[in-house]
């Protein structure tokens, strides 16, 4: 690995740019995602910019257990993310569909549509735990490089002080990202 | 000014040396002053350079024919404008310059935001084409009062040559041209109370939207180029008249990172006006620091 590789794995690392995506969620997770850079948690630290476009993105954080409607709207937006690119799904909708399970409306969990780097437990996530999730993206982002996502099973943030949530989340998630997840070049627009 | 002097002022000092690690620092300087003021910690030093590079390492949208053209090259002439910009200030005593730099030094100044006019209706994109739009109706605003208040301190010194201004003796006149330029530098440089052509919460990077990647890394950087060259003029017609160079250079470094400080913190302190108010007070408030600014420009003249 040469110094340019290396400057460029350092910055990757050091500037995650989010793009923050609301597929039907009720709003609790984007609450505690706006939080994560306000005065208190301040995300800035680590470099994070919540950017108005997709285009300018790194890392697109989804909340919400995916409707219907939201499917082909995910599907665009991703496809519109500059590579090299992560996702990180917030809140337990997106990774089981939380207490939404089985609804008719719903075309979740996320990873049937796109592949998600990281899942950010929690009901809501606490901001912190958000922020680690965050930066835990772009370290995998650093890693990768420009190769395309690899098919390793996603990384589940640890939440403190919540009740089992952690391993039904984790083991929802690696089972369905074992039966249905697509690659990027499929999704790619 | 001969070829090795004007290469040595674009090459090294003030220009591109000089000036793309004073883009990334007054970038950082920007935001840190901004977060610290509102009470968070804000970004690490290297911030701006790291989004830089990385940047550089992200692929673009596949973009054809005239408009993907147009829409790679707009961010290029606005870098290569800046960077002029910066090259042409007279920092250094006795550093040459010629008859009518000024007057190249405003178009240049000028051009980034032409280019993103331009960049915005390219884009072809709804959010593009608004901010565009208010960034030309900013452009029409701001400018008068900014060339006037400019053209008042070249007409009292009966010269266009940029050394002979940074050279002139403080006057009223002076500090009252000043003071205008300083009122019409939020505007230029899109930050609060005019930050509108790339309002985030409105239309979410305005021009700018659609680009992606190494071009996005371009208009950052000429973003802080602008920021280098804007506050650099200031400093150059606020600085007192230095024989020593590198008295001469540190002065113009400090003063420049004052008003970056004092923009900041108008910008921290301030929330986004609307484009009627921001175009009624410009044309109503600050137009008459400019008419005075060159009526007694006039007057001078007619009197000496």
């Known amino acids: 690995m040469n110094l340019w590789n290396k400057l460029m794995c350092y910055s990757r690392r050091h500037s995650p740019w989010i793009f923050h995506m609301n597929s039907g969620s009720c709003n609790g997770c984007d609450i505690e995602l706006v939080a994560s850079l306000s005065p208190r948690y301040d995300a800035e630290q680590l470099g994070v910019r919540l950017e108005g476009s997709p285009r300018h993105a790194d890392i697109l954080c ?77 370290e995998i982002l650093a890693a990768r490089g420009n190769t395309a996502p690899a098919a390793a099973p996603p990384e589940v943030i640890p939440v403190k002080g919540a009740v089992n949530c952690e391993a039904n989340c984790y083991v929802a998630a690696v089972a369905a990202h074992e039966s249905a997840s697509p690659t990027s070049s499929e999704v790619q627009k | 000014m001969n070829l090795t002097t004007a290469l040595a002022r674009f090459l090294i000092f003030p220009g591109l040396l000089f000036a793309l690690p004073a883009a990334w620092f007054f970038l950082w300087v920007e935001r840190k002053a901004v977060a610290r003021m509102q009470g968070r910690f804000g970004p690490p030093f290297m911030q701006p350079f790291f989004d830089f590079i990385k940047l550089l390492g992200k692929s673009t949208p596949p973009r054809s024919g005239i408009g993907g053209l147009l829409m790679r090259a707009w ?123 790339n309002a985030e919460q409105e239309i979410y990077s305005g021009p700018i939207t659609e680009y992606a990647g190494p071009e996005l890394a371009m208009w950052e950087l000429s973003h802080g180029l602008e920021w280098v060259a804007a506050t650099g003029l200031v400093a150059t017609l606020a600085a007192p008249h230095l024989t020593t160079w590198w008295l001469a250079a540190l002065v113009f470094v400090v003063l420049s990172f004052v008003v970056v400080f004092l923009l900041s913190a108008v910008a921290a302190a301030t929330a986004r006006l609307q484009i009627d108010t921001t175009v009624r007070f410009y044309w109503q408030c600050t137009l008459i620091f400019a008419v005075l600014a060159i009526s007694s420009a006039l007057f001078m003249r007619l009197r000496s």
């Open chain 1, 62 to 138: 989804i909340t919400g257990p995916v409707t219907h409607n939201s499917v082909e709207a995910i599907k665009t937006v991703y496809g519109q993310v500059c590579g090299p690119k992560a996702v990180v799904a917030i809140g337990s909708c997106p990774a089981t569909t939380n207490v939404f399970i089985d609804s008719r409306t719903l075309d979740g969990p996320l990873n049937k549509h796109i592949a998600v780097d990281v899942f950010v437990p929690g009901c809501p996530p606490r901001p912190d735990a958000i922020i680690q999730g965050v930066a835990r993206a772009a």
């Open chain 2, 75 to 197: 961010p290029l002439i606005a870098v290569s404008a800046a960077a002029g910009a910066v090259g042409l200030l007279p920092v250094l005593p006795s550093s040459g310059g010629f008859e009518g730099d000024l007057i190249l030094l405003l178009a240049l100044l000028e051009l980034p935001s032409m280019c993103i006019i331009a960049a915005g209706f390219s884009s072809r994109s709804i959010f593009g084409e608004i901010g565009s739009a208010r960034e030309a109706a900013l452009s029409v605003s701001y400018n008068v009062v900014f060339l006037l208040a400019i053209v008042s301190i070249a007409a009292s010194q009966h010269t266009f040559r940029l050394e002979a201004l940074a050279q002139m003796p403080a006057s009223p006149l002076q500090i009252l041209g000043i003071l205008a330029i300083l009122v019409c530098l939020p505007a230029k440089l899109h930050i609060n109370p005019f930050s509108l052509p």
